[in-house]
């Protein structure tokens, strides 16, 4: 799911802010709510005869706009299950998967998940997509594709996989939507599917940036990772080391959090520090990017793990803690932990972990402050 807009301004998006900003040791710039029109056109455009009248419609007010992962929603791009297809068994796939799922990837790479989880799947998000309607909220959807279509580039040839995490591939930063360049060979043409959309925010007056994509050649990827047990994957972590290499700039959007002008990351199998150092020079000066860690075997997308869920305020995964934590609590921020997720021990869990998957509205791990707020916190699978 991604936040396409959000009800603009706000103090708590500033307070939060400010929070950030003692923490790392200056004032936050506050919030960047001006929409940017375009004012080149007319010295773009190309000479028209009499018998081809064109008037170019003048750019309205940006539909997007969003600087926090917790301000009121008003419109959100919602995945889509339809025709999700297990990826092949390639390395940073195995890098990202346990040991006993593998022989799944090696059977089924490249067809089809079951049926009945797909259709389970499709059910369970058209219903969070009424939901999210009667609470007046605009929902949109990618286009279905089929993702079981083989395509090959001159480094290497794959199936597709879904569309069913639009927070994976695009993250929006004040009025601009930024398209990640991924890092899976299996999510290589992912972004097909959410063009019409981009297209439109982009023809409405939202800024568009498609970050460089990776050739995905076998030199971004370490051939040799070993990894076969848990205690592997806690090593090489500790040490720094993933499956991903430094050869090219590569993330996913779902890596990075934003709280105002600051945004956090994480080094993980599928975003490297390339890809972060990209992201840092297109957004500054006005965003900040700040690395942080966790002990974590296998880090992939920092939203599984650590969540900015209000100002001040952050769930963070008790499996996986973050190894600055001190830092954010120095700074007066309330750190709360979900509940132990319900999923059976016997569920198949081909793309995530056991802790992965927790949706909760108790209050009684919240402080008093936000008890009386309407939090809904979703941790995506």
Not at 29 to 34: A, D, F
Not at 38 to 50: C, F, I, K, M, Q
Not at 189 to 209: N, S, V
Not at 310 to 315: T, W, Y
Request: net charge negative; glycine share 4%; aromatic share 10%.
């Amino acid at each position: 799911m991604l936040r396409v807009r959000c009800l603009r301004g706000g103090s708590r998006g500033a307070e939060a802010a400010h929070l950030i900003g003692a923490m790392v040791g200056r004032t936050a710039s506050g919030w960047v709510s001006r929409a940017f029109r375009s004012t080149s056109s007319s010295a773009a455009a190309l000479p028209l005869t009499v018998d081809e009248p064109f008037t170019e419609p003048a750019p309205e007010e940006s539909p997007v706009c969003a600087h926090t992962e917790w301000d009121p929603l008003e419109e959100v791009i919602v995945g889509r299950a339809e025709n999700a297809c297990v990826p092949p068994f390639t390395v940073e796939v195995k890098a990202n998967t346990y040991e006993k799922y593998w022989p799944f990837y090696q059977q089924f790479g490249g067809q089809t998940f079951p049926k009945d989880h797909v259709k389970k799947a499709v059910a369970e998000i058209e219903e969070m997509c009424n939901i999210l309607q009667h609470e007046g909220v605009t929902v949109r959807r990618p286009e279905p594709i089929d993702w079981s279509v083989e395509y090959k580039t001159p480094d290497f040839t794959s199936t597709g996989m879904y569309a069913a995490m639009p927070r994976d591939i695009l993250i929006v930063v004040g009025n601009e939507i930024i398209e990640a360049p991924m890092a899976w060979r299996a999510r290589f043409f992912e972004y097909r599917a959410y063009r019409p959309l981009i297209k439109e925010y982009f023809r409405r007056g939202a800024k568009w940036t498609t970050a460089p994509k990776p050739t995905m050649s076998d030199e971004l990827y370490d051939q040799d990772y070993p990894i076969r047990t848990v205690e592997d994957r806690h090593k090489l972590a500790a040490q720094g080391k993933f499956v991903t290499t430094e050869f090219e700039p590569c993330f996913d959007a779902a890596d990075f959090i934003r709280a105002g002008t600051d945004i956090f990351v994480q080094r993980s199998q599928v975003t490297n520090f390339m890809g972060i150092e990209w992201m840092r020079r297109h957004l500054a000066p006005t965003y900040k990017i700040h690395i942080i860690s966790f002990k974590d075997p296998n880090p992939m997308h920092i939203d599984a793990t650590f969540n900015i869920i209000g100002p001040g305020l952050v769930l963070s995964n008790p499996d996986r803690p973050c190894r600055q934590i001190e830092m954010f609590k120095k700074a007066g921020w309330t750190v709360v932990t979900p509940p132990a997720p319900l999923i059976p021990d016997n569920h198949p869990l081909w793309m995530s972990s056991h802790t992965h998957t927790t949706t909760t509205t108790e209050e009684e791990f919240l402080p008093p402050v936000y008890q009386n707020e309407k939090i809904i916190i979703i941790i995506k699978t």
